[in-house]
Nanobody
Framework: QVQLVESGGGLVQTGGSLRLSCAASGSIDGIMGWYRQAPGKQRELVALSSGNVIVYAESVKGRFTLSRDNAKNTVYLQMNSLKPEDTAVYSC?????????WGQGTQVTVSS
């Protein structure tokens, strides 16, 4: 069982930046992803890291950067040039050993 805890969300103005963290209670030597869900919308994949490959949703390419520190069992999502449409609850997910684990989510609100 791996527990994931996100942090770093908050309220920011358009054009601002935030860095989200996802700290795991164990190894993150698997596939890690960041998702988001806005009110009234389906959850969507924001970024995914598998080995040396990182993929991003088209809506965040060039603005968001996923990085991981395996020594600290932590994954980050650096979010720059934030827009009101980025407002959502952001959650991290880990696929490991045939199981998937979710964090509780952190709220990101971008004001116009």
């Amino acid at each position: 069982q791996v527990q994931l805890v996100e942090s770093g969300g908050g309220l920011v103005q358009t054009g601002g930046s935030l860095r989200l963290s996802c700290a795991a209670s164990g190894s993150i030597d698997g596939i890690m992803g960041w998702y988001r869900q806005a009110p009234g919308k389906q959850r969507e994949l924001v970024a995914l890291s598998s080995g040396n490959v990182i993929v991003y949703a088209e809506s965040v390419k060039g603005r968001f950067t996923l990085s991981r520190d395996n020594a600290k069992n932590t994954v980050y999502l650096q979010m720059n040039s934030l827009k009101p449409e980025d407002t959502a609850v952001y959650s991290c997910k880990l696929w490991l050993g045939g199981y998937d684990y979710w964090g509780q989510g952190t709220q990101v609100t971008v004001s116009s």
